[in-house]
């Protein structure tokens, strides 16, 4: 799924997903709202077989030059990654990236050699190189036919390397967004004054479901929230009313889905900011706002 800020149209209007269940009398944060763009450009996801046809891919030569490009994936087989690019001109890439147990974000610079290969470098404390990825876009039609999205531009897999000890981790990356902003406060458009207070809410917010400490997430949600169970709204009014259902709405499933975002880089539109793949929504103070289950 693909997502990019539309037009604002009511920021304090609770939030749907496509693909999991909202509250109602919501506005649709829609899956379409990146069509446009998506025809002009969709980047990055799943491992790439060494028989797949590399792809000519240009981000600052299809209109998205100084626009925020994040993808998700992994690095290595159990560490989620989210990774925020901004392409300029001449091939040249700011980037930042974060994973799930990150407490900040991590500065990169690099650029996009032959159209093909993308190079990034990681520094220090000390301004220092410290680590790189290297990946290579390639073409994977039947990803393409699926998603109906254009053929370039549409994957990438390489190589994350520690350039201390020369350990070399592999990693596999997908479009998730593309959006205007600044790359340093990605937050603003939904009203955030401080990107941090956001991360260590979002943070907070997924260790309490993780650690199962229901004190934790009761507090830390907008109350009244709309739930659906079962094919039917329910208003939570107030702590203790979630507590009541906190079973029957943080499933097994939707608990990994929780545990499975990344707490930093968010998407965020005019009306909040959201964790993964929408499974949660937060406002611009950090308390939650929605709640999508699958």
């Known amino acids: 799924m693909i997502f ?30 990146i069509v446009a763009s998506l025809g002009a450009l969709t980047l990055l996801f799943a491992a790439l077989a060494p028989s797949m046809a590399r792809a000519d891919c ?16 992994q ?7 989210r990774l925020v690019l901004r392409p300029s001109s001449g091939g040249k890439l700011e980037g930042r990236y974060a994973n799930a147990s990150s407490l900040g974000d991590t ?16 520094f220090d404390a000390g301004g220092m190189p410290r680590a790189t990825f290297d990946g290579e876009f390639a073409a994977n039609d039947d990803v393409n036919r699926q998603r109906g999205a254009s053929s370039s531009c549409e994957i990438i897999s390489g190589q994350w390397k520690d350039l201390r000890n020369g350990r070399s981790v592999p990693f596999e990356l997908a479009l ?29 917010f997924r260790k309490g479901v993780l650690d199962d400490r229901r004190d934790v997430v009761a507090q830390l949600i907008r109350y009244p929230l709309h739930v659906t169970l079962h094919g039917k709204t329910l208003m939570l009014r107030n702590p203790k009313s979630l507590l009541a259902r ?14 499975a975002a990344v707490p930093r880089l968010m998407f965020a539109r005019d009306q909040g900011v959201m964790l993964g793949d929408g499974a949660v929504w937060f406002d611009a103070s950090g308390r939650v706002i929605a709640l999508n289950r699958s």
């Open 58 to 73: 240009d981000p600052a030569g299809r209109d998205v030059a100084n626009r925020l490009m994040t993808y998700t994936g």
């Open 107 to 122: 500065y990169l610079t690099g650029k996009l050699e032959n159209k093909s290969r993308l190079h990034l470098t990681e």
């Open 4 to 33: 990019a800020a539309p037009d604002a149209h009511g920021v304090r209007a609770p939030l749907k997903i496509s693909r999991r269940v909202s509250p109602p009398r919501t506005p649709r944060v829609a899956r379409r709202v």
């Open 75 to 81: 690095l290595g087989e159990r560490n989620p990654l």
């Open 246 to 259: 906190y079973n029957e709405i943080f499933t097994d499933g939707y608990v990994r889905t929780i545990g």
């Open 176 to 204: 998730a967004s593309i959006q205007s902003g600044k790359i340093d406060h990605l937050y603003d458009v939904a009203g955030v004054s401080d990107d941090e207070t956001l991360n260590r809410a979002a943070t907070q």
